[in-house]
């Protein structure tokens, strides 16, 4: 009983200080409004796309036409290594992705010109509010070792190098791009029926839009660079010695023509025994040469097989309306906290005058 008139008592308490919470509340209403107008606006395009994938043993023909000519090309089984859907997730996270990206063209209403990703956020982006705050506050040790760390120079005229060993040196700019892109351009796999979805956010609509059609097709390009290489390396191997056997296979024709038209009128034991000879090179050139025609088609259509078929279910459209921030849904989450802040709030202060009092009658 005493429980409820104490709680009953805290409702009066709090129902007479209404004026002070309505405050509070108008105040954090303020906040999330301050909040949602400086956070800098987002857009969000999207593109559905699906792949078919096949997984095949490597080698195959080609490992026994290999052994033939007497060349091992080893059993290694390349299903282990197919790549997969899954897989495109970290694959849209590489360097030689985000790169081409970055550096893409991109139409904008606010220029007159094409700009990169990589311009717009090294030379024309201005960070939000919250984003300077963090800087100055959670990253300032960081900001002030950047202000005393010396720039490494870079080749005219490139952001980027790649000396001869292969390694690449990225600019500050390019690696904090490639922060952003991280961010920014997002894939995920529905398990149940391969479809890929690339999302890509950008502060217009119109350049998030294309910005998801460049990265639909960078990574189309890429996979199907992947996953044909081996099919081209084999072409190419089973390619050249087509080549060098058909050289042999003429030459070994040529030869019993040759000596057929000089021994036509004359055949010798010794003449038979070298038409024999001459005859038996031919047929061992020919076969070889028609298994090899054989499997250079193989290779050919190997080729065309393993090219992945992406097919396009939803196509990148210009967004209208920003994804970010969400001012209806800002203000109601700091309305909801200004709601239990300023209860919270009031019944505080009657904690603290209450304790105060009992202190004062003590001393």
Known sequence: MQQEIDLIELLKHIWSRRRKVLWIIAGFAVAGLFIALVTPKEYTAKTILVTRTESRTAGGNLSGLAAMVGISLGSNSEAGNELTPVDYPDFIKSLSFQ???????????????????????????KPG????????????????????????????????????TGVVYLSGAELGVRGILTKKIKLTLNPTNNFITLEARAPEGKAAAQAALKARGLLQEKVTQLKIQKAKENLAFTQKLYDDKKVEFMAAQDKLAEFR????????????????????????????????????????????????????????????????????RILLIWIFLGGVVGPVWVMGQRIVEEAGKRWAEKN
């Open 99 to 125: 790169k081409e990206l970055m550096y893409a063209p991109l139409e904008w209403n606010r220029f007159s010109k094409p700009v990169s990703l990589f311009e717009y956020y090294s030379e024309h982006y």
């Open 129 to 164: 509010f919250f984003e300077v705050l963090k800087k100055y506050t959670i990253g300032l040790p960081g900001t002030i070792i950047g202000w005393f760390k010396k720039p490494v120079a870079q080749p005219v005229g490139k952001a980027s190098s790649e000396n001869e």
């Open 261 to 328: 038209d000089r021994n036509n009128d004359l055949w010798t034991e010794k003449a038979r025994t070298e038409d024999d000879r001459l005859f038996s090179e031919y047929q061992i050139a020919f076969s070889v040469y028609s298994e090899l025609a054989k499997q250079l088609e193989n290779a050919k259509i190997r080729v065309k097989e393993d090219t992945p078929i992406f097919s396009v279910v939803e196509e990148p459209v210009v967004p209208l309306s920003q994804s970010k921030p969400k001012t209806a």
